[in-house]
């Protein structure tokens, strides 16, 4: 890494040809080009600052290289960089992510303080749960030792206090050829806490077996279902309460699904930790799946004045995306035949393939087949910490609406 390092700061930065197709995407904004879209055959180290040139030798900027990743440069700035200068304009752009957090984020010591390309910091990630932060590095440039300590660095300065986890992907450190390494603390001591939105108390476990953490992006959408919710509620694909321990503040019953176990009992810790604070009712935490049970429950003749469906990306890729609006009709469209008179359903999708327009044709055909009139009452995404860049489409992944039923 020492090798690297000095080679770096000494050698001019490699240039990198992109195709047309290339060039049209980044002076179209995007900050991605694919492997498929380099002109020559680049052989460069792992993670390396480059510039980048199209066809004609016209400098689009200064980008950040992944030699096994099929987005092979994401680019950083339109100016021409040095490695020297990599580092304050890495302070620089972490100074910003973090002021405009302070901005945002109300009602939460819990949110994602840099979202990738959204802050122009591509393939970095750091989320905070109270006073504790996690790190995650997406690209070999953000896994290079020296870029680590920057932004280790740059967040105790900003958060003095504040404990430091490295969270590990395997599936991404895999696909970006990076070794393994395990997830742990960089700084301070602590890999636990109990952080609050909106709030709603949540453990937070970031290195023990039952790794816990939260959608910090469903947190205005929390406070958003809460507002409406009322009765008795149905929150399926719970997870660790997200929905349900909001909803409990409000309605009469909460019953909250998860195919999973261990998320269920973190789930109902998470109740725990919150019964005390506030009077909420009882949540009713079954583990099931949720197709099932929907059907099950409605053959049963159950009705909801709530139901709450935030269900995994069943959208993967964009093969999958007629397969996945079959299952989100499947889904809605059980769950507003449940619904009782002036019922509200808040529905999401985290797919970045299903857009909202979709999402909305989907949500149509459900009513009509229902036999229900549905009035959508917010057209929701993800919270502002989780900002969306224009021209990265994939910043903006989830929707979340907001409907009532209206006869
Ligand atoms: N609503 C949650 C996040 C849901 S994430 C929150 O706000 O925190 C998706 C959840 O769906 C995961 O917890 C996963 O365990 C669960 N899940 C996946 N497939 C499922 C299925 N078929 N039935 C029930 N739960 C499922």
Redesign the pocket.
Request: include cysteine; charged fraction near 10%; proline fraction near 7%.
């Given at each position: 890494m020492l090798a690297f390092q000095e080679d770096a700061l000494t050698e001019a930065t490699p240039v990198v040809v992109v195709s047309r197709r290339g060039a049209t995407r980044l002076r179209g904004g995007h900050l991605w080009v694919y492997r498929s879209d380099l002109v020559q055959p680049v052989d460069l180290p792992r993670g390396r600052l480059v510039h980048v040139h199209d066809e004609r030798g016209r400098k689009l900027g200064s980008a950040l290289y992944s030699s096994a990743s099929q987005i092979a440069i994401r680019l950083l700035t339109s100016e021409l960089l040095s490695e020297q200068q990599l580092p304050s304009l890495l302070r620089e752009r972490i100074a910003a992510a973090v002021e405009f957090r302070r901005r945002v984020a109300r009602d939460a010591d819990s949110y994602r303080v840099i979202f990738s390309e959204a802050d122009l910091l591509p393939g970095l990630i750091v989320d905070k749960y109270n006073d504790v932060l996690t790190v995650q590095a997406l690209t070999q440039a953000f896994d290079r030792a020296e870029l680590r300590q920057i932004v280790t660095e740059s967040l105790v300065e900003h958060f003095p206090g504040c404990s430091l986890v490295e969270r590990v992907d395997p599936n991404i450190r895999e696909l970006e050829q990076l070794p393994e390494r395990p997830s742990q603390v960089v700084h301070g001591e602590r890999s636990n806490a109990i952080f609050t939105m909106n709030g709603v108390r949540f453990h937070f476990d970031g290195l023990g077996g039952q790794k816990t953490g939260?959608?910090l992006d469903?947190r205005e959408n929390?406070a958003a279902a809460a507002r409406y919710a009322h009765g008795d509620a149905l929150?399926?694909?719970?997870?660790?309460?997200?929905?349900a321990l909001h909803l409990a503040r409000v309605c009469q019953s909460v019953t909250a699904?998860?195919?999973?176990r261990p998320?269920l009992e973190v789930a109902e810790q998470n109740e725990q930790l919150n019964h005390a604070a506030h009077r909420s009712g009882e949540i009713e935490w079954i583990e099931?799946?949720?197709?099932d049970?929907l059907k099950d429950y409605s053959a049963a003749g159950r009705q909801y004045d709530t139901i709450?469906l935030?269900?995994?990306a069943f959208a993967k890729t964009k093969r999958t995306v007629p397969t996945a609006l079959r299952g989100y009709k499947e889904l809605n469209l059980r769950a507003l035949k449940m619904l009782r008179p002036a019922g509200i359903l808040v529905t999401?999708s985290c797919s970045f393939h299903v857009g909202e327009a979709e999402f909305l044709d989907m949500l149509g055909w459900a009513a009509a087949d229902a036999g229900r009139r549905v009035r959508i009452l917010e057209k929701r995404g993800q919270s502002q910490d989780h900002p969306v860049l224009l021209n990265v489409p994939e910043t903006a992944y989830l929707k979340c609406l907001i409907a009532s039923l209206i006869d």
């Open positions: 939260a959608f469903q929390y929150d399926c694909f719970t997870y660790q309460g997200g929905f699904v998860d195919s999973s998320a099931a799946n949720a197709f049970l709450v935030d269900p995994p999401c």
